[in-house]
């Protein structure tokens, strides 16, 4: 499952991600379209989907 599905199945808008995580919203898009992203953004779009960084970027 990609980062984008499970933002979707949590209910979230890229909006709404970027709020929780404190991330921009450009983060958010980049991170989801590339699949990758920095070691603490990885950690926080993990802990807001309440997932491993490892089901969401491996």
Excluded: Y
Excluded at 16 to 22: N, P, Q
């Amino acid at each position: 499952m990609t980062l984008k599905e499970m933002r979707i199945k949590k209910g979230l808008t890229q909006e709404e991600l970027a709020r929780k995580t404190e991330l921009s919203l450009s983060t958010i898009v980049k991170a989801e379209r590339k699949n990758t992203c920095n070691l603490d953004t990885a950690r926080k779009i993990a802990n807001a989907l309440e997932k491993t960084i490892e089901e969401i970027f491996f």
